[in-house]
């Protein structure tokens, strides 16, 4: 280990890179622990800098950074779902999907901790956080679905395949990331594919969708 | 309105009659406010007793009342899943869900409350009921599938669907309890067999599954 990688503290890191930095560790933190069970003192060294950093960084103390890491990690997943419309759209949930599986993998206890409601005390904001970002991915999903108005047949098969996804996450943090990333998305987006023709056969809206990804199939 | 319907106090019902009203009532209170919020006059005043008789049933108080309140929700829960196992396993998923469903129904705000965690402030505890009736449900499945010991992919694939039902209930809540309740159960099961489907191209266990059901629709 090189002396610079043993005291963290003084890797020079920007101002960005910093705050990144201490958001992923408050998240880890405040993914195990409420809120008043982590103190300024556990963030500084889980970052491995002074307690004063911490400070200039969220003067605001605890409650600005708990609040900081939330919303930083539901920014992030947000941003998963940014897809420019081109090309088949199997393949653009799988492009999605990566991206959303790799947030996950990375995250993982933030992940849980955002999902979970993050802690006993702060479950209000949390939840309208979360519904945020189910919100946003629903609605990219009908753009990317070529759908301005879902009915409420297609609203509720992709938000039923949303909380199924979600879901998946937490169960493959749960079972040691298995089975392997690639084949948990292509199960995922063979799923949603699997859902949307069992409503078409209710649904002339989701029928139409339907016919419309076969129509991509065969391009 | 008669006289008897205006003071249902003063109306006869068995202990465990009064029991249940008073934790239907609480439930209803505490799915719309946080526990601190809720005070025993408020149920009394809901059930349409008197604070005597509600402390008489609890005397633990609020927090007595909070408790059992989500606990026989969960209880009540459960038991929707309680199926004999006796012919084709579509038809008892239907039964399943037609009881699940009535429920959700039945218990509206209640419901959003216990699975949407209740409150700000018990989360935790809420959360571990409501894990505790996933659980039971999943192997509830596991076992009309006639499946011993699941593989990951087949456990992960029966999640998920719970989490969808789960959100496909929320939602119908949320959109005045449309489309009818018969459509959504049936719905439901054919998304069911749909994802066992997809899920028999991966992993041969599953695959045994959905041979098994297929022979099921041939009895």
């Known amino acids: 280990m090189t002396p610079q990688a043993a005291t963290p503290a003084y890797r020079r890191l920007s101002v960005e890179q910093r705050r990144s930095q201490l958001l992923e560790s408050a998240l880890a933190l ?3 622990r409420a809120p008043e069970d982590v103190s300024l003192d556990d963030v500084a060294e889980a970052a491995g800098v002074s ?5 200039r ?3 605001g103390g605890k409650q600005q950074l708990y609040e900081a890491a939330l919303t930083s990690a539901a920014e992030a997943l947000r941003l998963c779902f940014d897809e420019p419309r081109e090309g088949p759209t199997a393949a653009r949930l799988a492009r999605v999907l990566d991206r959303y599986l790799a947030f996950v993998d990375e995250h993982d206890t933030g992940f849980s901790a955002l999902l979970q409601g993050g802690s006993v005390v702060e479950t209000s904001r949390t939840t309208a ?3 945020g970002v189910r919100r946003a991915a629903a609605e990219h999903l009908y753009r990317h679905l070529g759908v301005a108005e879902p009915g409420p047949r297609l609203r509720m098969t992709v938000r039923m395949w949303i909380a199924a996804v979600e879901a998946s996450s937490l169960i493959w943090l749960d079972e040691d990331k298995r089975p392997p990333r690639d084949e948990l998305r292509d199960w995922l987006v063979e799923q949603f594919t699997a859902v949307l023709v069992v409503t078409a056969g209710r649904d002339p809206q989701t029928a139409a969708v339907v016919a419309a990804l076969a129509g991509d199939d065969r391009d």
Chains 1, 2 share one sequence.
């Open 30 to 32: 405040f993914a195990h």
């Open 129 to 131: 956080l979360v519904d």
């Open 51 to 55: 307690r004063p950093l911490v400070y």
């Open 57 to 59: 960084y969220f003067p």
